[in-house]
């Protein structure tokens, strides 16, 4: 299982590390832990990259729980699990209601019979961002962000 540390979130994500660690003591996101460090699976930076495109569209932190809320019930699993098929999964919103569709002509039905305007996201994008991310991204080689493979071999030798 490939984890990362809270400065590689940042370094992906673009979020401050004080919002991250905000959002870990509200329970809107949260990592495993190995002692104080925080660790971060694929399906958290997933869900953080999704929150934070919710962000960027303007919507409140409650709102954002709202639809991770929605996601987490209508799927029945980790929004990572889903968007692992092939199908392209959209989210649209008015603020109110909030649709998932996976066909495009259901999306454009929904466009089509809206009465006020929607927010549209593809889901699936965000996750091939965040994987294009990744792979462009050498933690490895970057002193400023260290593998969680690293912070726990520093804890050990310095215990």
């Not at 004080?18 to 958290?44: H, K, N, T």
């Not at 639809?67 to 987490?72: G, P």
């Not at 603020?95 to 569709?101: A, D, F, M, V």
Request: glycine share 4%.
């Amino acid at each position: 299982m490939q984890e990362f540390t809270s400065q590689e979130i940042v370094a992906l994500t673009g979020i401050s590390p004080r919002q991250l660690q905000w959002w870990d003591e509200q329970g809107i996101v949260s990592p495993a832990r190995q002692g104080r460090c925080r660790l971060y699976s694929f399906a958290d930076l997933t869900e953080i990259s999704v929150i934070c495109e919710l962000r960027r569209k303007g919507f409140s932190l409650q709102r954002v729980r709202t639809v991770l809320r929605f996601l987490q019930r209508e799927l029945g699993k980790r929004l990572v699990e889903t968007l692992s098929s092939s199908a392209d999964v959209h989210l649209l919103t008015d603020g109110k209601h909030i649709y998932l569709e996976t066909s495009t002509r259901q999306v454009i039905d929904i466009l089509k019979n809206a009465r006020q305007p929607l927010l549209t996201i593809c889901l699936s994008d965000t996750l091939r961002q965040v994987r294009a991310d990744i792979r462009g991204k050498d933690f490895r080689n970057k002193k400023s962000v260290r593998s969680a493979n690293w912070v726990r071999s520093r804890r050990k030798n310095s215990a």
